[in-house]
């Protein structure tokens, strides 16, 4: 089995940083694409960034200009850096993976149980 953990949510003020954080573990061949969901309350989950193996990004439009991903291969990691944060990217964010667990294997999607990140005066 896979599994992701994400680390580093929190309370912040509008205007300030955070850093999330996402390690894969467990039964890995192949990571295809990590990314970032985030849910709001009384919202439906969206896209905040994903990033390919090659490398190339894309993230949703309320977040273009502010937020960065990166990726760390060798640690099957992946981050979010956000900056210029606003109280409506308060939500829960979930990192994701699209990833063969072994050689053969149909690639699939997996989720982390989320992170909290409020904005907030």
């Known amino acids: 089995q896979l599994q992701l953990m994400e680390s580093g949510g929190g309370l912040v003020q509008p205007g300030e940083s955070l850093r999330l954080s996402c390690a894969a573990s467990?039964?890995?061949?192949?990571?295809?694409?990590m990314g970032w969901y985030r849910q709001a309350p009384g919202k439906e989950r969206e896209l905040v960034g994903r990033?390919?193996?090659?490398?190339?990004?894309n993230y949703g439009e309320s977040v273009k200009g502010r937020f960065t991903i990166s990726r760390e291969i060798a640690k099957n990691t992946v981050h979010l850096q956000m900056n210029s944060l606003k109280p409506e990217d308060t939500a829960v964010y979930y990192c994701?993976?699209?990833?063969?667990?072994?050689?053969?294997?149909?690639?699939?999607?997996?989720w982390g149980k989320g992170t909290l990140v409020t904005v907030s005066s």
């Open positions: 994701s993976a699209n990833a063969e667990r072994f050689h053969g294997d149909n690639a699939m999607f997996y």
């Open positions: 467990g039964s890995i061949f192949r990571i295809n694409v």
């Open positions: 990033i390919m193996s090659s490398g190339s990004t």
